[in-house]
């Protein structure tokens, strides 16, 4: 549940408090994939890390503390994030051996279909526009690293049915996640740290970026800090392919 808080991850469980364009639409259960590593090497705590930049700013404590213990991660950007954030992209393209920029949209609209709005966000609605949120990100990506994104993860997290095939047709791998460190930065550190402490092999963890005034980047920190006392070793979503990957 990238970019959003636990209160209104129980609003989507109450789809009756929305508007739906059809009774079709208001049928419709949402996705959100549940990914994990396949094939952990060695019998080893191999862990992907992964950022959400959703529109805000920049935490440099986070940022910071991932180049000083040497982890990389794998940072999903909007176009829109990179446009009002330029020094955060720089600093993130200075440290290209351990961060990887993938696609998170140009806008941050979600990739449902109908009327309706998922975390307060209203979504594409249109497979049109679901196909220029992803494609306008793909190209914002590669306009500033040089680099094609081969991973998407949807605003939100959650997806159409429909929506995820035709994301694959343009060539993306789906990126979900199996544990939700801060819920959306919501989470107190402490919290977020006990999360991030308690990850198993094969997990793909989801935090975020973007929210540098909340405590919950404090505990990403901690808690990377415990799991690299434990021996995890930390892989990047470029460096993996579908047979990387399971999902659930």
């Known amino acids: ?39 952990p090497r060695g019998g080893g705590v191999d862990i992907a890390l992964t950022f959400d930049a959703c529109p805000g700013a920049f935490d440099w404590r986070v940022a910071e503390a991932l180049v000083a213990l040497d982890i990389p991660s794998t940072v999903f950007v909007t176009g829109r994030w990179m446009r009002l954030n330029p020094a955060g992209l720089a600093y993130l393209l200075a440290h290209q051996s351990l961060f990887t920029l993938q696609n998170h949209g140009e806008w941050h609209i979600p990739p449902v ?12 609605g249109d497979m049109d526009t679901v ?3 992803v494609t306008r990100g793909g190209i914002d990506i590669e306009a500033a690293t040089g680099v094609a994104p081969r991973w998407y993860r949807a605003a939100t997290g959650f997806y159409s049915r429909a929506a995820m095939e035709a994301i694959r047709e343009l ?10 460190a801060d819920m959306g930065a919501s989470l107190p550190a402490r919290a977020v740290a006990g999360r ?16 540098p005034r909340r405590s919950s980047g404090l505990g990403v920190i901690a808690g990377l800090r415990a799991l690299q006392d434990r021996g995890a070793r930390f892989v990047r979503l470029d460096h993996l392919d579908s047979a990387d990957v399971t999902y659930g």
């Open 1 to 39: 549940m990238p970019c959003a808080s636990p209160s209104r991850r129980l609003m989507l469980a109450a789809p009756a408090t929305f508007a739906f364009a059809s009774a079709a639409m208001a049928t419709e259960t949402l996705v959100e994939p549940t990914m994990r590593l396949a094939r």
């Open 113 to 124: 279909l109908g009327s309706r709005r998922v975390f307060g966000i209203a979504v594409a």
């Open 131 to 133: 196909r220029r949120e």
């Open 171 to 180: 060539g993306y791998g789906l990126a979900g996640f199996s544990l939700n």
């Open 196 to 211: 991030i402490a308690g990850a198993v092999a094969g997990d793909v963890i989801v935090a975020h970026i973007n929210q």
